[in-house]
């Protein structure tokens, strides 16, 4: 468990299963975690995402940790929120690319995900030892951006209208954000 202010880390379980199914099936918080890939994130049925769950577990036994990872987040007070995950480590340039969602929308804009975002990103830095973390949002989830960016990411690339939500195109946004600059923030 990696415990925040507001949040805590903790390996996904199966009883996370019944809850994340509802959220990926809920067409607002499923868009908002995955923009245009709200196709194939969405409308999931429960047996596979067990079936995920189970592939997880294997995974993690196999001490593939430090290649990816997905944890479940939950408040101080047990009430499981959300996910975030780390995969694709590199471990020549030591970069990994993350993603990050609050489901449960009674949390959202309260600072639960900046606070995931903070432990998660303390965690690859300080003990996976990375330097460099990487993700992508889409151009209309404005509350992630600004998020992304209070924890110190700064905005290096952008495909024009890669992403298509709603019935309308959006820009990919790809956010960098370095060991250096991540501990240097949390000084200020």
């Not at 989830?141 to 700064?154: D, L, M, Q, T, W």
């Amino acid at each position: 468990m990696i415990k925040g202010n507001l949040v805590e880390l903790r390996p996904v379980i199966a009883e996370d299963m019944e809850r994340l199914f509802h959220w990926r099936n809920d067409e607002e918080a499923a868009k908002w975690a995955a923009g245009s890939g709200l196709v194939t994130y969405s409308y999931i049925s429960l047996d596979s995402l067990r079936a995920m769950y189970e592939e997880n577990v294997r995974a993690s036994r196999l001490d593939d940790k430090l290649k990816s990872f997905v944890f479940s987040v939950y408040t101080l007070d047990g009430e499981h929120i959300g996910n975030c995950d780390y995969r694709e480590v590199n471990p020549i340039t030591r970069t990994a690319t993350i993603g990050i969602a609050i489901m449960a929308k009674e949390y959202w804009s309260k600072g639960y995900g900046t606070d995931t975002l903070r432990l998660l990103l303390d965690f690859l830095f300080s003990k996976l030892n990375l330097n460099r973390v990487q993700l992508d949002t889409w151009s209309g989830n404005a509350r992630a951006i600004r998020a992304y960016e209070k924890s110190g990411f700064v905005i290096e690339g952008r495909l024009r209208q890669n992403e298509y939500v709603d019935g309308q195109y959006y820009d990919t946004i790809m956010m960098g954000l370095l060991r250096e600059e991540f501990y240097q923030q949390a000084k200020e």
